[in-house]
């Protein structure tokens, strides 16, 4: 399929959406959706509007796009070019496979090596008043990246209230298995749940975000609602949707892309345009909206934060 990529330019943050359109795109999206045309939204007149409820106390965080010294990718484009396996296997099919998905009321279950394990609904997870936006650039493992503007809390301050003990080394992470609700699940080109880990270390560090919206917004279904992991270092596959569960680990934890192709997808999957993928090269991305590649930056350009967490390991063999 023909896939036409908005302008970076064509949004910004500022021009979403005031609330009072909200029921008029909520119709549009779904007839877009019935017409199987999730790519065509926001196509008309070349204005883009977001469509979630708007998410309270946003403080904007010191990564924003100045620093990273690029344009937002506009919302249609980080809402309608997906991957999200459990609503199918095309870019464009979350948007339309998870269109009913319910994402509330959601619970998560926290347990392994912790003091504190349990079931955990959202709202004891995410509290309002703490989130923070961060503009981070996207690196999908296919070569081609999105800026997009996430609002989360850092992982490290849920877990810290966890009170993980000393044999927690790993933190691991699984989304929904529910095949009625995530149809995609009926086909088994992933073994589910799909699964996901960090190393503590990685797992603490300030960068790493649980989100829960973007744009200002709760988080869209098709992008992992209502609680999604975002680790901008590393390829986007390690950013894990959908999450209800999180387990402290002694041991590494298994990864579904690893699982699936071990030697294509390892478990620190961080983005290094020195490793090429075994099919394709990583040394070169397209930024979703401009049209001739750019050079990836070694740790997605996040080396001065996290280069720290892999001094002395051979990024090559620990791909
Ligand atoms: N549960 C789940 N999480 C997932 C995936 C998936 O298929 N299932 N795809 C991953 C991949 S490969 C990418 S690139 C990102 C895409 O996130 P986005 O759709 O918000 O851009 O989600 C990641 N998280
Ligand atoms: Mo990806």
């Not at 880990?197 to 300030?206: K, Y």
Request: charged fraction near 25%; charge should be positive.
């Amino acid at each position: 399929m023909l896939i036409k990529m908005a302008k970076a330019s064509d949004v910004k943050s500022s021009e979403i959406t005031p609330k009072s359109l909200f029921d008029q795109r909520r119709k549009f999206l779904k007839t877009a959706a019935v017409a199987g045309a999730g790519l065509a939204i926001g196509s008309i007149g070349g204005s883009v509007e977001a469509g979630q409820p708007k998410l309270p106390n946003i403080a904007k965080s010191k990564w924003n796009q100045k620093a990273l010294g690029q344009e937002l990718t506009s919302y249609r484009s980080v809402t309608s070019y997906n991957n999200f396996y459990e609503f199918g296997t095309g870019k464009n099919d979350p948007i339309v496979y998870a269109k009913d998905f319910q994402p509330k009321p959601w619970a998560v279950k926290v347990d392994g090596h912790c003091e504190k394990p349990g079931t955990y609904s959202y709202e004891d997870l995410i509290n309002p008043h703490q989130l923070e936006e961060r503009v981070y650039r996207f690196r999908c493992v296919e070569a081609w990246s999105m800026v997009v503007p996430w609002v989360g809390i850092p992982l490290a301050d849920v877990i810290k209230r966890m009170n993980p003990t000393g044999d927690a080394k790993y933190v691991a992470f699984e989304t929904l298995n529910d095949p009625d609700r995530m149809p995609g699940q009926n086909r088994r080109v992933l073994r589910w749940p799909y699964r996901e880990g960090l190393r503590m270390d990685e797992a603490m560090n300030p960068l790493t975000l649980l989100t829960v919206g973007l744009y200002g917004e709760e988080l869209p279904n098709q992008n992992g609602a209502p609680i999604r992991l975002v680790v901008p270092w590393k390829y986007g596959f390690k950013s894990i949707k959908s999450i209800v569960r999180i387990s402290f680990t002694t041991q590494q934890p298994p990864t579904s892309w690893n699982m699936s192709a071990p030697r294509e997808y390892g478990f620190y999957s961080n983005v290094n345009p020195e490793v090429n993928h075994p099919r394709w090269s990583q040394a070169k991305e397209r930024h979703i909206g401009e049209f001739l590649k750019k050079p990836t930056r070694m740790l997605n350009g996040y080396e001065e934060e996290v280069a720290h967490l892999y001094q002395g390991m051979d990024l090559k063999k620990n791909f």
